[in-house]
């Protein structure tokens, strides 16, 4: 048995009938704000450059995605042997040029035939898979890498340092109506063309303003 076979075990003894109470009330929906936090206790490891809590942090991590799986295998939904499968499975088929016959080279090509085959898979629900609990400014730049992917872009940084100035005139203009809804939309606009300019930059907008509050 090897160390991750002993955590699920672990963890189907703690749901289990002689189990701990606390773990057996447990549900995917009560785990998901833990699951985040570990997230972001990931990131600041990271960020820290402290392996030692990087690792402790990847095996909380790794505890929440056996539980999730657990709880949903106690229900005949699925097991996490289905999900390592499944993930396996993505994998070989996403990287045809290392199981297949693809011969694309370089990274972004790579990454191009990735989002095609993604694409192909969700069958015209390509923009749709974007996950809505992602953190604002992440979501907003990984819809624009989709629409980049899909040559739905801007060409040039001059053309992205324009629009954002076009979204700040929009602003104050909605600033001085002193309508709160068309200010609203107007920032959230300013917003996204910010995020579109940091990207352009190859930047992380997330992580440049991450910087900027510490």
């Known amino acids: 048995m090897n160390e991750f076979e002993k955590l699920c075990g672990i963890v189907a003894r703690l749901r289990g009938a002689d189990g701990c109470p606390w773990d057996r009330e447990q549900t995917n929906a009560s785990l998901l704000p833990p699951l985040l936090e570990e997230a972001y206790e990931i990131a600041g ?3 820290a450059q402290d392996d ?4 402790e942090e990847l ?3 790794l505890l929440l995605v056996a539980m999730h799986a657990q709880i949903a295998s106690e229900a005949n939904r699925f097991s996490i042997e ?35 085959i993604k694409q192909e898979e969700k069958k015209g629900h390509y923009f749709a898979s974007l ?27 001059g053309d992205v340092l324009a629009k954002v100035n076009e979204e700040l005139s929009e602003t104050k203009d909605a ?32 992580s440049v303003l991450q910087s900027a509050t510490d």
């Open 82 to 116: 289905d999900v390592a499968r499944e993930i396996t499975e993505k994998l070989i088929r996403r990287h045809p040029h290392v199981f297949g016959e693809s011969t694309v080279r370089g990274s972004e090509a790579v990454i191009k035939q990735w989002e095609a």
């Open 52 to 55: 030692a809590n990087l690792r």
């Open 59 to 61: 095996g909380d991590l």
């Open 45 to 47: 490891a990271i960020y």
């Open 175 to 206: 600033i001085e109506s002193a309508e709160t809804e068309r200010i609203a939309d107007e920032i959230g606009d300013l917003l996204f063309a910010v995020v579109n300019l940091a990207r352009k930059c190859k930047l992380d907008a997330e």
């Open 131 to 157: 996950p809505a609990a992602l953190p604002a400014l992440m979501r907003a730049e990984k819809a624009q890498k989709k629409a980049a992917r899909v040559n739905f872009d801007w060409k040039e940084l």
